[in-house]
Antibody, heavy 119, light 108 residues
């Protein structure tokens, strides 16, 4: 079955960077894109961007342009999301997600990675 | 960017009754709308896409309707496991895909 397993919780200082991983299994990795969504504590969902695991093409939300980089490693079926210049308002649960096909809505989700930004 | 607005913010309904949740888009998204359910400590779960198509494994008591800018998620005969937060998401225009702020469905 399709599984997305994310890396563990992180605590970072303001100005630092964080890199979250999302290891996929149960399907051919280079078939569907991976989307990243975040959720601040007690808040709603925010789409961050998408990466094609076929050719590495990316699309980012304007809010994160210049601070986020999404990559994949096809040899390990792992997607990565790096966020730089962290601020306190980047404290959130970060999710990777995938659709059943190449659709812009998501059936499969990772368990989430809590990133806490605090001095 | 398309802004999605959900109402009400909180809806209190008794088990066995029907719940109606609304989602409005700031401009037409055609039928390119999904609904998700999220329970505390869990990732979102896809319920509906294309405004009215249930995702795999979603019970028939969940139904969606609407197009353009006005959408509704109806949950008939609420079960205890249905009390959660519900989000709508448009995928007509990107980037970015955008979500509503959520409706919390709680037990009356």
């Amino acid at each position: 079955q399709v599984q997305l397993v994310q890396s563990g919780a992180e605590v970072k200082k303001p100005g630092a960077s964080v890199k979250v991983s999302c290891k996929a299994s149960g399907y051919t990795f280079t078939t569907y894109g991976i989307t990243w969504v975040r959720q601040a504590p007690g808040q709603g969902l925010e789409w961050m961007g998408w990466i094609s695991d076929y050719n590495g093409n990316t699309r980012y939300a304007q809010n994160f342009q210049g601070r986020v980089t999404m990559t994949t490693d096809t040899s390990t079926s792992t997607a990565y999301m790096e966020l730089r210049s962290l601020r306190s308002d980047d404290t959130a649960m970060y999710y990777c997600a995938r659709s059943r096909g190449n659709f812009p809505f998501w059936n499969y989700w990772g368990q989430g990675t809590l990133v806490t930004v605090s001095s | 960017e398309i802004v999605m607005t959900q109402s009400p913010a909180t809806l209190s309904v008794s088990p066995g009754e029907r719940a109606t949740l609304s989602c409005r888009a700031s401009q037409s998204v055609s039928s390119n709308l999904a609904w998700y359910q999220q329970k505390p400590g869990q990732a979102p779960r896809l319920l509906m896409y294309d405004a009215s198509t249930r995702a795999t494994g979603i019970p028939a008591r969940f139904s969606g309707s609407g197009s353009g800018t006005e959408f509704t998620l109806t949950i008939g005969s609420l079960q205890s496991e249905d009390f959660a937060v519900y989000y709508c998401q448009q995928y007509n225009n990107w980037p970015p895909y955008t979500f509503g702020q959520g409706t919390k469905l709680d037990i009356k």
